[in-house]
């Protein structure tokens, strides 16, 4: 297995609360991970720690095929390198229209003097149209983002995502406020997506999870507490003390 | 399929041609072109009114569009006036010193004549000395360039520092509010080497036309403002109908999303920043020849103020908004404060429009910020509505 990122001995803390605890994680090139675990087991921490949010106290970000560090890097930069996130609450430009959202999130130069100089060409339009038909859509490629529902506004970040085109994609609940059938397709493009790429899927739905069928790391306060298949982890009587069985409780 | 420029900004084509017929009208009454039924004067309120309808739109773009409450663009536009009256106020002295001095039998040395030119400018301010600053002053080309470096380059420092710095919001606001309050109380000191609190005065007359009447010379400016508020419109419209323009309404929306997408979002706000203060110094260097003065309270925070509120009551995030508020508000303004309002008789008080306009104007802000978020030119929507 070839490591795309790797986060060694990670701690952070806010106010003296450790949201981070010494993590330890890696991702290969092409998986598809879940990252499960209780409230404030530090989940999106750790996804801001990757994306340059959040500068952790300890430890290192080892990124890429030429090992460099994430940590002295911005959010642009760290983006750049071909990290896609989304977001728990799906945060799309809700005053432009679908087409934009895309064009927007869609693989071209970043720099001002770029963006200023671009215009679309052929082969982004076809994949913006691409991209709409996979998500559900491309009827409403001319609406305004703010005007679409909640699952769609997942959706269209999902695409956003998908424009992107990274190496990583962090989803954060990317199956909230879904119906079934949805969650089946969403699950389907993640698959998809993590035949080539890494795709990491913090999640708090088991049954999505378990849909996933994917290797699974269970956070803990904000350290791995156990690794391995959903069969295995949900097995683990410590995993099922301080997560199922509280859930269950 | 992309459809071509106009196409997708159709009120670009419907402003251009409304200024077009404007500056048509105003051509055939005024004075010097036509049938003399406008006055003079009312040609350079007009012309100056144009100007501030161009510093509208550089508002419009920075705050509307990218989310940066400036409150120091309109120390931008005065930077822009000092910049074009030095030239003016330099060159006229001069022309002046050299026709007293060709009586004398001796022709003048250069040291006497830059001595002379100082004395009439800064004998006001106890001295004869010429500031460094004024060391371009004889050339209209380089002035004309310092129009645009001197607050293109404040811009992009102070910018860059701020940006760098993530100050935002609120925050930002009292950074550029400070800036502005601080150029203009150095430009209130008489050893700024700008005349202090008396200005640069005399910009009406231009120098290498002074038998042309000012009639000629207002519609000219006239002309050149409306040219300059066509142009910046076409701009800043072409600036923000593609990409650019979605990047940047993105950063006014949620700029850590912008910035998750990979974009670097200071670079994009320095890239605004500059070009609204380099387009706010035009329109300045555009006015102050038609107002003739320009002293340091035109710097004024209070300035920078108004502007906001031009814009806010013109819609906001619309370019035809900012224009319709800058003209609106500051021709009503100048109705209400120079007497043109008649005053009203409640029996017991007086109400005098002098007092009363910044109280009406404050009232009208806060309505249409809590009722009409959209502003004057939200009105259009109703006309125009979208399928």
């Given at each position: ?92 430009f809700?005053?432009q229209t679908?087409r934009r959202n895309l064009a927007l999130a869609l693989?071209t130069p970043r720099g001002p003097f770029a963006v200023l100089r671009h215009s679309t060409t052929?082969?982004q339009q076809?994949?913006i ?121 | 399929?992309r ?5 997708q ?229 072409w600036v923000l109908s593609g990409k650019m323009g979605s990047v940047v309404m993105g950063i ?6 912008v910035?998750?997408l990979?974009y670097?979002?200071?670079?994009f ?119």
């Amino acid at each position: 297995m070839t490591t795309l990122l790797e986060m060694s001995g990670v701690s952070v803390s806010f106010d003296g609360f450790r949201a981070i605890n010494n993590l330890s994680i890696q991702f290969a090139k092409a998986e598809l991970r879940a990252i499960i675990g209780p409230n404030g087991a530090g989940k999106t921490t750790f996804m801001d720690i990757i994306t340059g949010k959040t500068k952790p106290d300890t430890g290192e970000v080892i990124w890429g095929p030429r090992n460099i560090s994430l940590l002295g890097l911005s959010e642009s930069a760290i983006a750049m390198q071909g990290i896609g996130r989304k977001f728990q609450k799906p945060t799309v430009f809700e005053a432009q229209t679908v087409r934009r959202n895309l064009a927007l999130a869609l693989k071209t130069p970043r720099g001002p003097f770029a963006v200023l100089r671009h215009s679309t060409t052929r082969p982004q339009q076809a994949r913006i149209d691409e991209i709409a038909t996979e998500i559900g859509l491309s009827d409403s490629l001319n609406r305004i983002a703010g005007e679409l529902s909640h699952g769609q506004k997942q959706w269209l970040e999902i695409g956003m995502l998908l424009a992107q085109d990274p190496l990583l994609m962090l989803v954060d609940e990317p199956a909230a406020g879904m119906t079934v059938e949805e969650r089946e397709k969403t699950t389907d493009i993640l698959k998809r997506a993590a035949e080539t790429r890494a795709v990491v899927v913090v999640e708090h739905d088991m049954e999505f999870v378990r849909r996933l069928n994917c290797k699974v790391t269970v956070l803990h306060e904000g350290a791995v507490l156990a690794e391995g298949s959903i069969e295995h982890v949900t097995s683990n009587p410590v995993v099922i003390d301080v997560y199922l069985g509280r859930a269950h409780a | 399929m992309r459809k071509s420029f106009i196409a997708q900004n159709p009120s670009v084509l419907w402003f251009l041609l409304a200024l077009a017929l404007f500056t048509l009208a105003v051509s055939v009454l005024s004075e010097a072109t036509g049938s003399a039924l406008i006055s003079t004067s009312f040609v350079k309120t007009l012309g100056k009114t144009l100007c501030l309808c161009l510093v509208a739109i550089a508002m419009d773009v920075v705050w509307g569009y990218c989310g940066i409450l400036s409150l120091g663009h309109f120390a931008f536009f005065g930077i822009g006036g000092y910049a074009i009256g030095m030239w003016l106020m330099y060159a006229r002295t001069k022309g002046l010193v050299l026709q007293g001095l060709a009586g004398n039998p001796l022709p003048p040395t250069p040291q006497e004549v830059s001595d002379a030119i100082g004395n009439q400018i800064f004998g006001v301010v106890g001295s004869s000395q010429f500031p460094w600053i004024w060391g371009f002053a004889d050339s209209l080309l380089l002035q004309l360039a310092m129009v645009v470096l001197v607050p293109g380059l404040l811009a992009l420092v102070f910018g860059w520092l701020a940006f760098r710095s993530r100050v935002t919001g609120v925050y930002l606001s009292i950074l550029t509010q400070a800036m502005t309050l601080a150029l203009s109380l150095y430009l209130f000191q008489n050893d700024s080497g700008l005349r202090g609190n008396n200005g640069l005065s005399g910009l009406q007359n231009i120098p290498g036309f002074e038998t042309t009447p000012q009639a000629t010379i207002s519609i000219v400016f006239f002309w050149a403002s409306a040219f300059a508020l066509g142009a910046g419109y076409l701009f800043f419209a072409w600036v923000l109908s593609g990409k650019m323009g979605s990047v940047v309404m993105g950063i006014r929306d949620n700029e850590a999303r912008v910035r998750f997408l990979g974009y670097p979002v200071e670079g994009f706000k320095l890239f605004i920043f500059t070009i609204t203060a380099i387009v706010a110094a035009i329109a300045g260097a555009l006015y102050y020849p038609q107002a003739g003065i320009i002293n340091p309270g035109e710097i004024a925070p209070i300035a920078s103020i108004y502007l906001a509120v031009w814009v806010a009551i013109g819609g906001r995030g619309r370019l035809y908004g900012a224009v319709i508020g800058a003209a609106f508000v500051s021709l009503l303004s100048s109705w209400f404060t120079g007497g043109g309002a008649p005053a009203v008789n409640l029996g017991f008080y007086v109400i005098q429009w002098t007092d009363w306009w910044l109280v009406l104007l404050g009232v009208s802000f806060v309505a249409v910020t809590l009722f009409f978020p959209k502003g004057i030119g939200g009105l259009f929507d109703y006309l125009v509505r979208k399928p």
